[in-house]
């Protein structure tokens, strides 16, 4: 069973506009909740992360909106540049332990 | 760079093949994995070490074997694999096991089997 389910699996966007993505886990054992970047032929790197006791967690041009009554949670970018043409992994941990529950990923595609 | 280094970056092996896959971190962490990348796939846990041993083994098949002679390195022996293990193979580190610590990953070696 997956844990955490994220969406869409690909995303086109116009420079200048607005990149959702959404996650969503059953899980409420989870209480730590990052996203991870990776461009091809790299690894994923850590991007921005949030815990439940706050509801929103902005880092420049990126935030993440969560919403714990609904187990859900998506990462915002704003003003979507083509450099951040990448795929996105949110992910999810319990609060022993570090293990991480990804989602499948989000191809994000900004034209120009 | 983010102080995690895999080689090779490509391999492409038979069936009846024996292959090792090598990790290296340059971050003093004590913490090392290993995930397996497939398309459309959540990344899989396969391995982690902490200090040298072996914490956790997610039901990965006899074919692969882990190593981690030192804090610093760690390696995916390959034996008999199938096709379908052709996939994205990560090495990651993290300071410790302890909760929620930040995953370095490095590039990955992208594994074929023919």
């Known amino acids: 069973q997956q844990q955490v389910k994220q969406s869409p699996q690909s995303l086109i966007v116009q420079k200048g506009g607005i990149s959702i993505i959404n996650c969503a886990y059953e899980n409420t054992a989870f209480d730590y909740f990052p996203w991870y970047q990776q461009f091809p032929g790299k690894g994923p790197a850590l991007l921005i992360a949030i815990r439940p006791d706050v509801s929103e967690k902005k880092e420049g041009r990126f935030t993440i909106s969560f919403n714990k009554s609904a187990k859900q949670f998506s990462l915002h970018i704003m003003d979507s540049q083509p450099g951040d043409s990448a795929t996105y992994f949110c992910a999810a941990s319990p609060i022993t332990g570090n293990q991480f529950y990804f989602g499948t990923g989000t191809s994000l595609t900004v034209i120009p | 760079e983010t102080g995690v280094t895999q080689t090779p970056r490509h391999l492409v092996m038979g069936m009846t093949n024996k292959k090792s896959l090598k990790c290296e971190q340059h971050?003093?962490?004590?913490?090392m994995y290993w995930y397996k990348q497939s398309a459309k796939k959540p990344l899989e846990l396969m391995f982690v070490?902490?200090?040298?041993?072996?914490?956790e083994n997610n039901s990965v098949p006899s074919r692969f074997s882990p190593e981690c002679p030192n804090s610093s390195h760690l390696f995916l022996h390959l034996h008999t694999l199938q096709p379908e293990d052709s996939a994205l193979y990560l090495c990651?580190?993290?300071?410790?096991?302890?909760?929620?610590?930040?995953?370095?990953f490095g590039s990955g070696t992208q594994l074929s089997v023919l």
């Open positions: 990651a580190s993290s300071q410790d096991l302890t909760w929620n610590e930040k995953l370095f």
């Open positions: 971050l003093g962490h004590n913490a």
């Open positions: 070490y902490s200090l040298e041993e072996r914490v």
